[in-house]
């Protein structure tokens, strides 16, 4: 493995930039506290590491290179973050017309559900998958075997994400006092389920790389 230290700042620099899994890290934090976002990350971090597995493996070689099984992962998950942002916005909708009621009591299944949504919106992402293959390989030389970087680079890299989005996650709970506020927390909600589904369009209109 070669520059292992630029392929850790390199992934600092990717991790940070928001993507899907900033979008439902916030949701989930805003509206259900640190324990919602903090299962948003386990299931990011559970699915990156599918992504090294397959990376490892060669399935996700397999993947890109098919434009079958690309289309169905693209599409399976346009379609989930489309839907995620459409009922963000619905219960929003749902949420200022039960704004007379005083107390609104939260669903127990929406925090079980936190750690699914990261999951599903991270591994239906064929753009990760593209990611490990085009990125990996640069850190690696030429002619070696790449079991071992890859396996490295990929925990390294999810480790990484992991701190990331820890931080982040608390930094948000930290500013709870503002952000739980009732209407900071609709124009969040408003504005990332808008994101979600502008990323659901962006990710159906991805082309396969070959």
Known sequence: ??????????????????????AIATKNTVAIGRIGGFKTVLGTCCALLIHTTAA????????????????????????????????TLWSLRKKEEAATVEVVTKPQHVNASCFKQGFLTNILNPKVAVFFLTFLPQFVEPGSNTFIPFLMMGITYTVLTAAWFVLYVSLINQISAFMKKPKTQNIIEGITGAILIGFGIKLALEKAHH
């Not at 520059?3 to 930039?17: A, D, K, Q």
């Not at 690309?70 to 839907?83: E, T, W």
């Open 1 to 22: 493995m070669e520059n292992f230290y630029l392929f850790v700042l390199m992934c600092i620099f990717l991790i940070i930039l928001p993507g899907p899994d900033t």
């Open 56 to 87: 490892v493996l060669g399935l996700s070689a397999i993947i890109v290179k098919s434009a079958l099984l690309f289309s169905i992962f693209k599409f399976a998950g346009a379609v989930y973050l489309i839907y995620l942002g459409v009922r």
